[in-house]
């Protein structure tokens, strides 16, 4: 049976009047990726100021 971990990755956002994801953020996930982490959920918080992103990979045992 496949067994998962978890990440949470709380990004803040950039910006006066619209919020935007920069490339610091883009070479984060990237970085995550590389490391075999896949993003599963992303959504943002009440303020809009941060995006949360979830990520899972399969656990080595």
């Not at 990237?30 to 959920?41: D, F, P, Y």
């Amino acid at each position: 049976m496949k067994k998962f971990e978890y990440k949470v990755e709380n990004l803040r956002l950039h910006g006066m009047t619209s919020m935007v994801l920069t490339k610091d953020h883009e070479k984060k996930m990237n970085e995550l990726g590389e490391q075999g982490w896949e993003m599963v959920g992303i959504s943002t918080s009440a303020s809009g100021r941060n995006v949360i992103s979830v990520f899972k990979r399969e656990k080595e045992e």
